[in-house]
């Protein structure tokens, strides 16, 4: 299993991001998706989680209304499109996948990708 997250970068306040997560050696279709970020110092935490048929999405409050979980089962990838970025959501994002269930603990998903950088800073 590889998921691959890209698209972070350093963008100003109020900006706009969207990361991308490429998933291979895994029936994709057939697992919920989630993103959490980590900032230095600070425990991972759930961003948010998009169920097998794309629906349902679900999110932590802090991003609620900000941020939305999309994704595309043709092209085995979970994006996060992240709007009116604000410092505090300077972090590492990370996708994970997860078969069976529904979860926001990070100790509930075996498969990771490797990170990309998000940086709010004017």
């Known amino acids: 299993v590889q998921l691959q997250a890209s698209g972070g970068g350093l963008v100003q306040p109020g900006g706009s991001l969207r990361l991308s997560c490429a998933a291979s050696?895994?029936?994709?279709?057939?697992?919920?998706m989630a993103w959490f970020r980590q900032a230095p110092g600070k425990e991972r935490e759930f961003v948010g989680r998009?169920?097998?048929?794309?629906?349902?999405?679900y999110y932590a409050t802090s991003v609620k209304g900000r941020f939305t979980i999309s994704r595309d089962n043709a092209k085995n990838t979970v994006y996060l499109q992240m709007n009116s970025l604000k410092q505090e959501d300077t972090a590492v994002y990370f996708c994970?996948?997860?078969?069976?269930?529904?979860?926001?603990?990070?100790?509930?998903?075996?498969?990771w990708g490797q990170g990309t950088q998000v940086t709010v800073s004017s």
């Open positions: 998009i169920r097998r048929s794309g629906g349902n999405a």
């Open positions: 050696g895994l029936p994709f279709r057939n697992y919920n």
């Open positions: 994970a996948a997860r078969q069976w269930g529904i979860s926001q603990r990070p100790s509930d998903f075996a498969s």
